[in-house]
């Protein structure tokens, strides 16, 4: 049993975690729904991510598309943050 990470984009702004599960739920297990929020209106902001088990790259990609409330999302594998590496810079000393 495999766990995947999901960015889901397009969402509608009253989605809630519920029904975003509905949604997903005939794909694989939903263990997990991440919805992003303004920090300072507490609004969404159209995208979140999602865990879920057992699902294969098909059904990954015949979830991309699917709609709701009208609007077609976008669903991927989401990808692994990167380290951003510091900018050092030198300078030479006078």
């Known amino acids: 049993m495999s766990e995947i990470n999901l960015f889901v984009g397009n969402l509608p702004f009253n989605t809630t975690e519920e029904t975003l599960k509905k949604l997903l739920s005939p794909y694989g297990k939903v263990l997990e729904i ?3 929020k303004d920090r300072e209106t507490g ?7 999602v865990k ?3 699902s294969t790259d098909e ?10 409330e009208g609007r077609s999302l976008h669903i991927n594998e989401a990808e692994k943050k ?4 510091p900018k050092i810079t030198k300078r030479k000393a006078f």
Do not use: N, P
């Open 34 to 36: 991440d919805l992003v």
């Open 43 to 49: 609004r969404l902001r159209g995208f979140g991510f």
């Open 52 to 54: 879920i088990t057992d």
């Open 59 to 68: 059904e990954i990609r015949q979830m991309d598309g699917l709609v709701l």
């Open 82 to 85: 990167r380290k951003i590496k």
